[in-house]
């Protein structure tokens, strides 16, 4: 079997040619399997999905669990006029934000195939993602 030559448009799918001219014009995201707007599970997940969301909705929970009872525990007693109290209720306001909307943003770009989050979250996630580890 030969494979065709880089200038010959001879054995090319008339469907990949008018995808990656769609592509190339700037018009949506079309591929041969249909519009990528919409989530697709990537096909390695796609049966042990709910193992994933499980092992991320325990430590979600937790997280935030456990961080609104600090908080809560710190306000109550009115010890925040400590300083290392407050930076631990910093910390645990931190890691509120990091189970709320980190960790579910983070699985769904483990889980699905293409992005659906917008341009901003495109930029916007590595930069929390890396100021939430350090």
Known sequence: ???P???DGKGIPEELVSAVMQVLLGEKNYSVN???????????????????ILLYAIPTALGLTLNVM????????????DVTHAFLVNLAVCHCV?????LPITLMVMIIQNWVFGQFLCFFLPL???WIRH
């Open 1 to 3: 079997m030969r494979s």
């Open 5 to 7: 030559a880089l200038g």
């Open 34 to 52: 249909g519009d990528y707007s919409a989530p697709y599970l990537k096909p390695v997940v796609a049966r042990i999905y709910p193992l994933f």
């Open 70 to 81: 600090i908080i809560v525990y710190i306000s109550k007693y009115k010890l925040y006029r």
């Open 98 to 102: 990091q189970c709320a909307f980190v």
């Open 128 to 130: 929390l993602q890396c």
